[in-house]
């Protein structure tokens, strides 16, 4: 579906000022512009340093492109006064502030939020930060890694041997979804009452979040479950399997009618089902190391796309282990193209499909390409 002249977009008319720098906070404005709000980013005079991670994109950063379209960038030295007055006058008809600077800088130019929402009742105001606004660490710098370590994902996530990093900036971005969805839930709440709200958001609180399961399985069950690679420390079987040309599959079985019919189907081994070792998931789980060789010797029979076919046949879920260039190139892959410096990029799309999206998306902003904007 794609945005017709007969429906708007439901962010029509808002104003959003953005404090904002690398990717939490620019992840949850380019959704809002991507949703028709109006986005000032205010800039460093040499530009989010996010512009500078990479040259991917045509000379542009993968970063910047990736979470700043569809904005407008105002470049503000904001140490001296006039930037600073240039900022406050924009809140003055501005519907959300949001910024991630360094903790307690927003407050000393003047930009704290109980000091706006005491200037402004109607503003929605939202602060990304690394460690909340109280506790020991609500002082220290955070950036993503180093939340990925504190948080304990790093301690879940891959296989025994050296501590490794999740592969994308999983807490920058689960911040800045978060944000998204505080500052929507704000602006419904505004709807009803006529009064902004204050929204926080840390990124050790995002990461928490998606600890919940090893958390409550650590506190109140057996233990934090291992690092098992792409096995599940938690279901049998469940895990990537070599195909006789060398090809890999990642396989999930979920429940005991799919386990009883990969048995029949995949393994031609249908008394497996209700052998004792392997008979509920418990079972399997405990003899894990004797189920995965008894799979592995009958992918070690098939090519993958032998394998593929039985697998389908047999309705048992499964995922092939692709490579960045089998992403580009997946037939499931959904892109909008995007123009970066006069070039045609193709970005995913967003994982939600709207009647009010764009064919493509608009361009990044250079560095200081606007000017402050007329709200009328």
């Not at 990093?165 to 009803?192: F, K, P, Y």
């Not at 799979?295 to 879920?317: M, N, P, V, W």
């Amino acid at each position: 579906m794609v945005n017709s002249t007969k429906i708007g977009k439901p962010l029509d008319g808002l104003l959003v000022v953005a404090l904002e720098q690398a990717v939490a906070a620019p992840f949850c404005t380019s959704r809002l512009a991507d949703a028709g709000a109006r986005v000032i980013k205010i800039e460093r005079p040499e530009g989010d340093f996010a512009r500078g991670y990479d040259k991917a994109v045509f000379g542009e950063s993968s970063y910047f492109v990736w979470i700043n379209r569809g904005k407008e960038s105002l470049a503000l030295d904001l140490r001296e006064k006039s930037a600073r007055e240039q900022v406050a006058k924009l809140l003055e008809t501005a519907d959300v502030f949001i910024q991630n600077f360094a903790p307690g800088a927003a407050e000393r130019m003047g930009f704290g939020s109980t000091t706006l929402r005491e200037r402004h009742p109607r503003l929605i105001t939202c602060d990304i930060s690394g460690y909340g606004t109280s506790g020991p660490l609500h002082e220290l710098k955070a950036y993503d890694l180093l939340v990925q370590a504190e948080s304990g994902l790093v301690a879940v996530s891959g296989a025994p041997g050296p501590w490794g990093r999740i592969g994308v900036s999983i807490c920058d971005i689960t911040a800045g979804m978060n944000a998204l969805i505080g500052i929507q839930q704000a602006l419904l709440q505004r709807e009803r009452t006529g009064v902004g709200s204050r929204v926080e958001v840390s990124l050790f609180d995002s990461a928490a979040d998606l600890m919940a399961v090893p958390y409550l399985q650590a506190r109140y069950g057996s233990g934090a479950p291992e690092r098992v690679g792409l096995k599940h420390p938690s279901i049998a079987p469940y895990g990537a399997f070599t195909c006789s040309d060398g090809r890999e599959i990642v396989l999930s079985i979920q429940n005991e009618r799919e386990w009883s019919q990969f048995c029949q189907s995949f393994l031609n081994q249908a008394e497996l089902a209700t052998d004792a070792r392997f008979n509920n998931n418990a079972n399997r789980v405990r003899h894990r190391q004797e189920l995965d060789g008894l799979i592995q010797h009958i992918f070690s029979q098939l090519t993958y796309a032998d394998a593929i076919e039985r697998l389908k046949l047999g309705q048992t879920a499964f995922g092939s282990i692709n490579s960045v260039s089998d992403l580009i190139a997946h037939p499931q892959l959904r892109t909008r193209s995007m123009t970066v410096r006069g070039q045609t990029a193709e970005v995913p799309a967003p994982p939600y499909v709207v009647e009010w999206e764009d064919k493509t998306f608009k361009s990044i902003p250079d560095i200081g390409a606007n000017a402050i904007p007329d709200r009328h």
